[in-house]
């Protein structure tokens, strides 16, 4: 075989695959080439390295090597060590060779010299292929996901009445969402009944938690919250259409056959009148709302809410325990992203005392900083002022009286106005842990010029001279190239939205339309959830088999089928 030579192309592809699942991905590509005359021949020249000849195309020859990176962090929030399912070392050839994938390999795709439109055709083909691959989690990744969600595994037995649904799924792209869509799998959801959306967000793992998505048969999407909020650009949009045809003809395949379709969203489908009586899109069947700014879309949807919908977003689960993990990671990553900034014995200002402000407030108090609050709502004013923050009614009488370094908004609306850009000083950091909280910046409406700051966010040069940061991308911080919350601290979260679906597919005939909440919270109790988190990770001596290291597996011996 000629070796390659400097003038043909090559691309480079890194990620979790040994030689045994690089040569894999070239069997199936070549697999799945038509051809007018013979197809490409494939030919083993040894351990991580094949070369591919495109019968009719003479003198090219495309050459597939593979080396092992050094070890690196993790791919997953847990590493991947000896907790591998009997599933994933029966796929592989050897224990060592899933050991070595979980490193990853470095794969080279390169041709001898330029190539025809039929050879670029397969390198095309094969640079796509091993890329989808090698951005998939392993299987022994996917197990330590589960492995991490003990409380998802304690109530995902099978529930006949899933066999008659299918499910839409709309929120961010990160772990503890594969966990829950594998437990909704296991309780009886097929797999190519289920449409995953992201959110738009850039966390940290979108692109693997998408191919994994992909490689269980799920369709997997976009539906951007700008577009839902009404401020995406025109390309967003026209994507978003895109999606929604095929979110359209996903209900409608499943209506065809008799099957219901529920949804668990944050309100961004029901917000385009698929809950509603309108007429004018094909309706979904039943939803579980997961957040409070989801509620506020159901409300302002056009037409007349026409079926169930389990509020989660209210529930006595996620107001006690899910805003304490929210605020732990909104803090978590506010440190990270800015890891030479100073916080003991400076001025934060924090704009909306709600239930994940309150939080906030207390935890950086909690590291030493002068917190101070700015609510329109007096209540919530009184209570900061009595747990013993500053207080403020207005942002301006904030920024006027002090100079705070950093402004965090939890407010879930545009937390400052054009009118209050001008009092920002010098240097300030703007952390937002809402969509809308500084869009008066990151949607251009006051005038400022932008640079860009890779990894950190936007500085924002502003008419009166200032010149301020906006950290991230203007949306939730805590979902900025990261993973935002914990698999364990999600986990009780996720296992409540597993037995809400549970229980409104078994029952969807027997609620009205409109938003639940009481009965969210009798189920969750019904189920005993709260005594089960307990045991698992708060009581000393639990007992074996319940707690979140414990590495029991559901019958069978794998997590994932």
Request: negative net charge.
């Amino acid at each position: 075989m000629s070796p390659c030579g400097p003038s043909g192309p090559f691309e480079v592809v890194d990620g979790c695959l040994d030689p045994v699942a690089v040569l894999a991905a070239v069997r199936t590509v070549i697999a799945g080439q038509t051809w007018p005359r013979e197809p490409a021949r494939l030919y083993e020249e040894g351990p991580g390295r094949c070369a591919v000849r495109v019968e009719g195309v003479e003198g090219v020859e495309l050459t597939v090597r593979s080396a092992p990176l050094p070890a690196g962090p993790p791919g997953t929030l847990d590493a991947v060590t000896s907790v591998v399912s009997a599933a994933s070392a029966a796929s592989a050839a050897s224990a060592a060779s899933v050991a070595s994938a979980a490193y990853g390999h470095r794969v080279l795709v390169s041709a001898s010299a330029p190539l025809p439109p039929r050879a670029q055709s397969v390198f095309a083909a094969l640079v796509e292929e091993l890329g989808r691959r090698a951005r998939c989690y392993t299987q022994a990744e996917a197990d330590s996901i589960v492995a991490a969600m003990p409380l998802l595994g304690r109530y995902d037995a099978p529930e006949p009445a899933f066999a008659e649904w299918a499910l839409i799924f709309r929120d961010h792209y990160v772990e503890n969402s594969v966990g829950l869509l594998l437990a909704m799998e296991r309780a009886g959801i097929a797999p190519e009944w289920i449409y995953a959306l992201s959110k738009g967000d850039r966390t940290l793992h979108r692109d693997r938690v998408h191919a994994w998505f992909l490689h269980r048969g799920y369709a997997s999407d976009v539906l951007d919250n700008s577009v839902i909020n009404g401020t995406a650009d025109e390309a967003a949009r026209a994507e978003a259409l895109a999606v929604d045809a095929r979110v359209e003809d996903f209900i409608r395949r499943a209506h065809a056959v008799g099957r219901k379709v529920l949804v668990i969203d944050d309100g961004g489908l029901l917000a385009q009148g698929r809950g509603s009586d309108n007429g004018l899109v094909e309706p979904v069947d039943a939803a579980i709302e997961l957040t409070v700014s989801g509620l506020k879309r159901i409300h302002d949807a056009p037409g007349r809410l026409a079926v169930p919908v389990l509020n989660m977003a209210r529930s006595q689960l996620k107001s006690r325990l899910g805003y304490n993990e929210i605020a732990d990671s909104c803090v978590r990553r506010l440190r990270a992203i800015v890891p030479g900034e100073k916080f003991i014995g400076r001025h934060v200002l924090v704009l909306g005392y709600g239930t994940l402000g309150n939080r906030v407030a207390h935890a950086l108090r909690a590291l030493g900083c002068r917190v101070h609050v700015v609510d329109t709502d007096i209540l919530a004013l009184i209570t900061a002022a009595e747990d013993g923050f500053e207080t403020h009614r207005t942002i301006a009488e904030a920024l006027t009286g002090h100079r705070p370094f950093l402004v965090i908004g939890s407010s879930g609306g545009t937390a400052i106005t054009e009118r209050d850009v001008p009092l920002l000083a010098d240097g300030t950091l703007l952390a937002g842990f809402a969509t809308k909280d500084f869009s008066v910046l990151s949607e251009g409406r006051c005038g400022a010029t932008s640079t860009p700051v890779p990894y950190v966010g936007v500085r924002h040069h502003l008419p009166h001279g200032a010149t301020v940061t906006l950290l991230g991308d203007g949306r939730s911080l805590n979902l900025y190239e990261y993973e935002g919350i914990a698999n364990r601290g999600y986990d009780a979260y996720r296992a409540g939205t597993l037995l809400a679906a549970k229980r409104l597919c078994r029952d969807a005939d027997s609620f009205t339309p409109g938003v639940h909440l009481d009965v969210v919270d009798e189920l969750i109790d019904e189920a005993g959830l709260f005594p089960a988190y307990y045991d698992c990770y708060l009581r000393e001596g639990r007992p074996s088999g319940t707690g979140p290291h414990d590495t029991a597996k559901p019958e069978g011996g794998a997590y994932v089928r």
